[in-house]
């Protein structure tokens, strides 16, 4: 009787559970009929049922609707959400090919708009192994290109990737997408590469986007035209015909906001005088509107300077914070703008006594940084342009305000007794080591590096991601006292490169003493 009464309810169950599944398939057939006109407005609603009625190809099919809609309306995290439950639909069906591609693509693209560049790459690869298109292909590689140079920061991947996705296009073709291969090719190419070779890259692109009507692509082209003309000091004339064109095509961007924001920015480096406030104050609406905190930064700290170069001190503090906060954030590395902003705040901060601001904003370098250490996967080129960064603040603070230095040494030596994690305290103990460096103070570095000699073992991923320069503080001090100098010199004679030899130096002059060092 037990056994049949177990029967009877898994044979209930089964029936029940057929009728939900039939049940949610005729709602979302029954919304397909009759929102034929507005579907787009049910594509959550019809991703839902579908799922329950177990259609796995249907469910797949409207949560990549349901994540084109979030992104398009640049709810960029709503949309990795759904594009990451379609990838794992996806593998359960066993799908490979353009389809699968064009997934990863999507979010390898919103990935690296909210600067997840580890995870943005990533994606993008595997979309390119999925890719039989080609003009998809060329589109991948372009935009890895641009990835590795302006975030990154890896040339030699950028321009390798640059010269893949101009192997991919058809050289006759005049489609928007080879339009867009050429123009990224031009920024790359007039920045690390060969000007000249950018430039002809910029002539195809207004070729080929005039006669097909690519108004977007025009407003880049005749920005970048403009500059190179301003910068080389070429003909006036040409420059300020084309500086009209690109404020002419400027409007056609705005259909979509990130690239309009970056748009802005050069149209603000274009302009003279005050007119560059108004094309830097678009740049960060558009950008904080889109959820694209680089073109935020990048905006952000220039009119910062601007400001400053006025004396609005109020309106700079005001603007360099939204620079600082999304810079840190997001780790941003490139142009050494996050420096700047940093030793532009400390300035005005200082200027108006605000000792507790100072504070505040080495807390979010701080955490940002503890944050980027205790990843499984970071670029090596971003960490050790995002330490030195670290460092270049640190030092702006010791030479700027002492005692704000001081007052965060003890802020990090009360964090450490609060914290339990073997990697968290390795990694302020590192902080406070790094202080101890830049202000030269031989005892505190003795003590601190022996803190960090015993973690090490347990500190996980944050001992790997500490500064070369600690790296070589350890590594010497990390043995008997009368083996120290032995140790140096086998680390100076194996030093290969100008950094290398720079932190061995600075080890010198900090820990030995002076007879040593002329030796």
Not at 12 to 17: M, P, R, V, W
Not at 44 to 60: C, F, P, V
Not at 135 to 154: E, H, M, T
Request: proline share 2%; hydrophobic share 40%; charged share 30%.
């Amino acid at each position: 009787a037990f056994k049949h009464a177990l029967t009877q309810e898994a044979t209930y169950q089964g029936i029940l559970e057929q009728r939900k599944m039939a049940f949610h398939r005729n709602v979302a057939l029954g919304i397909e009929k009759l929102y034929k006109e507005r579907i787009e407005d049910f594509y959550e609603e019809l991703a839902h049922h579908w799922e329950r009625s177990k259609d796995k190809e249907k469910t797949l099919e409207y949560l990549v609707k349901v994540g084109q809609k979030a992104s398009k309306n640049y709810l960029n995290d709503t949309a990795v959400e759904y594009y990451t439950r379609a990838i794992e639909l996806a593998k359960e069906l066993a799908m490979t090919g353009d389809r699968l591609a064009e997934i990863y693509h999507y979010r390898g693209s919103l990935y690296n708009t909210i600067m997840f560049y580890e995870e943005s790459v990533s994606d993008l690869i595997d979309a390119l192994s999925f890719y039989t298109n080609q003009p998809k292909r060329a589109s991948v590689c372009a935009l890895l290109s641009r990835i590795y140079w302006a975030d990154v920061y890896d040339i030699e991947e950028s321009v390798l990737y640059a010269r893949k996705a101009l192997s991919e296009i058809d050289p006759m073709s005049k489609s928007h997408e080879t339009a867009e291969v050429y123009s990224n090719a031009a920024r790359i190419f007039i920045n690390v590469v060969d000007q000249e070779e950018g430039i002809r890259y910029i002539r195809k692109v207004i070729s080929i986007s005039e006669e097909m009507g690519y108004k977007d692509m025009l407003s880049f082209s005749y920005s970048y035209l403009y500059l190179f003309y301003f910068k080389q000091s070429l003909s006036n004339e040409e420059a300020q015909s084309a500086s009209e064109k690109a404020l002419f095509y400027l409007p056609y961007v705005k259909s979509n906001l990130p690239e309009y924001a970056s748009a802005c920015i050069l149209h603000g480096l274009a302009v003279k005088g005050d007119e560059c406030v108004y094309f830097w104050q678009e740049a960060i609406e558009a950008g904080i509107r889109s959820g694209a905190p680089q073109v935020v930064v990048r905006a952000a700290e220039r009119l910062g300077n601007f400001y400053a170069s006025k004396g609005e001190i109020h309106k700079a503090i005001e603007t360099y914070e939204q620079a600082w906060q999304f810079g840190t954030l997001k780790r941003y590395i490139n142009f050494s703008i996050l420096p700047q902003t940093a030793e532009g705040l400390i300035d005005l901060y200082m200027l108006n006594s605000e000792h507790r601001k100072m504070l505040d904003m080495m807390w979010q370098m701080i955490d940002s940084t503890r944050i980027l250490h205790g990843k499984p996967k970071v670029y090596p080129t971003m960490l050790r342009r995002w330490n030195d960064q670290v460092e270049r603040i640190y030092k702006k603070l010791w030479d700027s305000a002492p005692q704000a230095y001081h007052d965060l040494e003890n802020a990090l030596e009360s964090r450490i007794k609060e914290t339990d994690n073997d990697g968290e305290v390795f990694f302020y103990f590192g902080q406070l080591m790094l202080l101890a460096v830049i202000s030269k103070r031989k005892e505190q570095v003795e003590t601190y590096s022996k803190e960090l000699i015993r973690l090490k073992s347990g500190a996980g991923s944050f001992a790997d991601r500490i500064s070369s320069r600690l790296r070589i503080f350890i590594e010497i001090l990390d043995v008997e006292i009368d083996q120290r100098l032995v140790s140096f010199r086998e680390l100076f004679r194996s030093v290969d490169s100008l950094d290398g030899f720079q932190d061995a130096c600075e080890y010198a002059n900090l820990m030995l003493p002076t007879e040593i060092i002329k030796e």
